[in-house]
């Protein structure tokens, strides 16, 4: 699950497995376990390990592996941000656009806001606009994508 932090836990485990114990002792049979100790494990699960920090706190790893995967896939979608125009959006000018498929890519100097798109495979198209230019950049970004990407 990537790259974490080797080397002795941090205390705040230490007071994960404490709090942990303490709602297991006090808890009615079958009963979930809090989300706050579910969030404080997750954090930690997602800097030290799932396997290291669920021994240390006493929480299932199969159970902390998929709450961690939750939180993770929660926060791409959260780090992803979509816009949407309309099809019949023409914006106000593109001045230049390039598609980052050549290493050698010339880059004019930009002057308004820029659209920045990239695909799976790695290819990247940049749009600065510029206004009263007429360029319809929905069309633009349409056919980048339809190029097989």
């Not at 932090?5 to 809090?34: D, F, N, S, Y």
């Not at 790893?61 to 998929?66: A, G, N, P």
């Not at 990247?124 to 190029?147: S, T, W, Y």
Request: aromatic letters at 6%.
């Amino acid at each position: 699950m990537g790259k974490h932090i080797t080397g002795p836990l941090p205390v705040e485990v230490g007071h994960l497995q404490k709090r942990v114990e303490a709602w297991r002792r006090t808890r009615k049979q079958g009963a979930p376990t809090p989300s706050e100790l579910w969030e404080a494990a997750i954090h930690l699960a997602m800097q030290f390990g799932v396997c290291r920090i669920g021994r240390a706190v006493g929480l299932d790893y199969t159970s902390l592996r998929k709450q961690v995967a939750k939180a993770k896939e929660n926060q791409l979608k959260a780090e992803s941000a979509f816009v949407e125009f309309p099809t019949e959006l023409v914006l106000s000018g593109a001045s230049q656009v390039a598609v980052e498929t050549d290493p050698d890519l010339i880059w004019a100097q930009r002057s308004g806001p820029m659209i920045e798109i990239s695909t799976p495979d790695g290819a990247q198209m940049r749009i600065c606009l510029e206004a009263g230019k007429g360029a319809d950049a929905v069309g633009i970004v349409a056919a980048f994508l339809r190029k097989g990407h």
